[in-house]
């Protein structure tokens, strides 16, 4: 677990020294104390496979990742904004169910945060052994399970499959 | 120049929180309401941030600003996604007009 405790050490200190630009001696000699007290302390929960970290593919996808996350988030801002702003409010909400196949946690993480933030979706509760993740929806399209999980989860899983799989 | 876009970032966000208070009042039940908070407000505050980095560049400020719009994209839906839960769990129902609620036919995991 020794290479879970360096990653969030480098990750702390660089969060550190961030929040105090720009930094000088005292800052960067505090960030150390503090870094490795954090790392010390909560290292062993942050990551299960450290040596994820050292894959250049994975930073790759997930610069390709963000731009489409904020295109989708942006598209996700406009449905609502005309959905609030219609005189009639034209909502049909339900909760429905999808598929997934990521496994990790970060992964899974993600998944769900995406699919909050993407038009008319909110991640309501997570099924682990099955794979599930039951998702409010604001406009159902689909009630079964094959339909929903193409239209909200396929967009994202197989970039962030390859991300953090 | 990098101010003007930030005041055009800043206006953006100023208009998609609005949409979005004006969903939480407009809006039926509290799942739809967290649907418009959330995603309205998360871009909205991040667009803020983001101009407010773009008009006073790579300062203490602008730094700062920007941090904050990255955890703001990282924890907001984590919010979100509690308050659903909970709301559900405690015995919060669906609008009337909802279409299903698969959550419920599986009998709210434990």
């Not at chain 1, 429905?96 to 909050?116: E, M």
């Not at chain 2, 015995?91 to 007009?97: F, H």
Request: hydrophobic share 50%; glycine share 8%; with cysteine.
């Amino acid at each position: 677990m020794i290479k879970s405790r360096v990653v969030l050490f480098i990750l702390a200190f660089v969060a550190w020294l961030l929040f105090c630009w720009v930094p000088d001696a005292q800052d960067i000699i505090a960030g150390v104390f503090v870094a490795l007290l954090v790392s010390i302390l909560t290292g062993d929960m942050f990551v299960k496979r450290p040596h994820h970290f050292g894959h250049l593919k994975r930073y790759l996808w997930f610069i390709y990742y963000v731009p489409i996350f904020l295109w989708e988030c942006f598209k996700a801002n406009i449905d609502v904004a005309y959905r609030v702003g219609h005189p009639d409010i034209p909502i049909h909400p339900g909760i429905v169910k999808v598929k997934t196949n990521l496994k990790s946690d970060t992964g899974l993480t993600f998944l769900a945060n995406s699919i909050t933030l993407t038009p008319g979706t909110l991640s309501v509760d997570i099924d682990r052994e099955k794979g599930y993740i039951y998702v409010h929806w604001i406009e159902v399209k689909s009630k079964d399970v094959e339909g929903a999980t193409k239209m909200i989860v396929e967009k994202f899983e197989r970039i962030l499959r390859r991300i953090f799989e | 120049m990098s101010n003007i876009i930030g005041i055009i970032f800043i206006a953006i966000g100023l208009v998609f929180d609005f949409f979005g208070c004006l969903g939480l009042v407009r809006l039926p039940d509290v799942y739809n309401r967290l649907q418009a908070s959330t995603k309205c407000v998360t871009l909205g505050t991040c667009s803020i941030l983001f101009g407010t980095f773009l008009i006073v560049g790579v300062s203490a400020t602008g730094v700062k600003a920007l941090i904050c719009a990255t955890f703001l994209l990282l924890t907001a839906p984590v919010s979100a996604h509690a308050l659903a839960r909970g709301a559900h769990k405690s015995g919060v129902r669906l609008w009337e007009k909802s279409v299903v609620d698969k959550y419920q036919e599986d009998g709210e995991l434990k």
